[in-house]
């Protein structure tokens, strides 16, 4: 019942990916599980992202995405509430690895299915092999129902975008035009690539994301779409960390941009929590094996507040028991979503393995 | 989204299961590939499920569901409007391994989880282990969001039993009173079992099914339910087959019993086709593993017509290649079946591994 489609563009089919903030149907997730990437065999990580799916399927529908190895164990950990469904996985990102689904005017929903390479492939992928991975978007798009383009060589994660839904996409040239993505393309390939794709007219080009994002700094991890025209911006007042000049230059672009509309863009900042730094027992509790990066003690993560996931009637936030910085970005979300509950959930087990809550789910639209 | 049940029967909450000859949703399938039981890898088994799921996609949806190392095989195989799920498996009889789904009067659907051992355990199981069988029937209804009735203990699988929609179910002595499935119940506790879970009032045992059935002579293999009070019944005409007697006893069974609802049974005979053995060729293909039943040159098989699929609007029916006897199956299920149509299939591949068309589906009835 789902048609690969390799003739045509979401663009000539006439369909665009929403916003994240319009209605979905659910959302997918996947059940993290690989010891040398998740300390103590996954079982932190995994009440983490038990706690994450609960919260999200307070407000719609929520699919976990389990190996047969931890069915039953993920079976039990989840409320009946949430769709456990066999899928083999090399990790457990959906963001990256399920399809970015896009919709007509009629609402009729598809899926986009990119080639997936762990962040770099040979490169600089994070691990090796990455073949389970590349199929679970054609898997959700199967068990959906759902007919979905197909990408023969053209490498993407769904981190890597934001859509406006309105005509306008953002994306970061540190991962979008590094060499271990699409090197057979240049600038100019690549935005019309998107264009075709996202069904938009605009792509909006930060020079950078979040500093050491080991994913070559994908935008959803500094900036995130709240509605057409209003973003909000992952930032720091300190101008001696080197996340300072990342954050600086995209508001410097954002600001004198305008959007595929003609709006310009009202900016949100929200200041990035104090280091989160990886400890001795942390660093200890992951398996060593050659060809994933290692976890070591004292490095910095990429935590940034701009890594939510907006669910139907919620904002699912991720928190790091930060005195100074957690509640100022409960406020300034409540501000910018005054519709939403904001849901904070203590997200240091899932930025220890290098994302945040955006990264480990996809939503898809409700379409008719 | 699903429900596992525990505290309550079908019949407790007014569920029944329907006859096959009712509407249904559509059909579920997993693909072979155990090269311990199916020859050259598989291959030619899988051509000849492929064949079954094509025919049944002619009238109703049809879910394929495939290992991680088989997906990507199978979905090239199978056209488009065939659904493709990942699921691990041990081998490929989805009759016996996947949900019994039961119906109330509002059309609400529900599935039944059985317990599973390879039709007999550590007593004379087929295959060991069988741990991804016992968990297809639960994660179908996972997939497919209904809740399902689970039996901690009662040893069941699906081509042990026939409803006819309409109180009466019919099973053979030979399996379900087998040590090797429930010993700890006597006759009259397992036909209470069947009565509260398939929701029924009467249950027929027949003595035997087919001769050499190593499911221990599942009845799905010597009668098949085509309408309430109506059925067809494996036969041979030749006395000194040890099938005569198993055919003769069901006869006479049949004829003096009543069904449920009072009614006398109308049954068709429908005679076996001429013996089908094994050849060396066809043995030589298969791995030789402990445990796991060999396919031995010579080998009977028990073929027998009554394991057709009933799908909505069709028959879908093992043939043999057998000049004596496919036209004459045809010919008995033309007269009873005159509103469907008759799709038979070369079956030969299927029954080398131990069961035929109706062993390998499932049908998921529409309900409402």
Redesign the interface.
Known sequence: ????ITETTPKQDGFRMPGEFETHKGCWMVWPERTDNWRLGGKPAQQAFVAVAEAIANFE?LTMCVS?RQ??AA?EELS?????????NDDSWMRDVGPTFVVNDEGEVRGIDWRFNAWGGLVDGLYFPWD?DD?VA??VC??E?KDYYSLEEFILEGGSIHSDGDGTAIVTEACLLHESRNPQLDKAGIENTLKEYLGVEKVLWLPHGIYLDETNEHVDNIVHYCAPGVLVLGWTDDESDPQYPYSKAAFDYLSTETDAKGRKLEIHKIHIPNEVLITKEESEGVDSVDGTLPREEGDRQAASYANFYIANDAVILPLFDDEEYDNKAIETLEKVFPDREIVGIYAREIILGGGNIHCITQQQPLGK
């Open positions: 019942m789902s048609r690969k529908e047969q069915f039953q079976r009946d509430r949430i769709r456990v469904v066999e899928m083999s389970k199929l054609k898997k199967e068990i129902g």
